[in-house]
């Protein structure tokens, strides 16, 4: 059962970097440096929105509108921390 939650937190912390890495792909693409309209662009950006996207949205619909600035990423690097960090030892300690 060990196992299972150390390859949880491995997920956990492989999907945190996953989240960063879609947060600084719309930066780029936000700012002009990467270009849309490239496939390969296209497709990661796609396959990052897919990954990301049915955790961010319903953080999106609880938090206020800020305008231009999404915090909602920051939120879920938060909450995939507060798992790691105390959820899952705490089921280990159940679990021993």
Do not use: H
């Not at 950006?45 to 909602?72: C, F, H, K, M, W």
């Amino acid at each position: 059962m060990i196992e299972l939650l150390s390859f949880a937190s491995y997920l956990i912390d492989l999907y945190v970097y996953v989240v960063i890495a879609g947060v600084v792909l719309s930066w780029l693409l936000a700012f002009g440096v990467v270009n849309y309209s490239n496939p390969f662009v296209r497709s990661v950006y796609q396959a990052l929105n897919a990954v990301t996207e049915p955790l961010l949205r319903p953080i999106r619909n609880v938090l206020p509108n800020l305008g231009a600035v999404d915090i909602s990423p920051i939120v879920l690097i938060l909450g995939c921390f507060f798992v790691q960090r105390v959820v899952l030892p705490n089921i280990a300690k159940l679990v021993l």
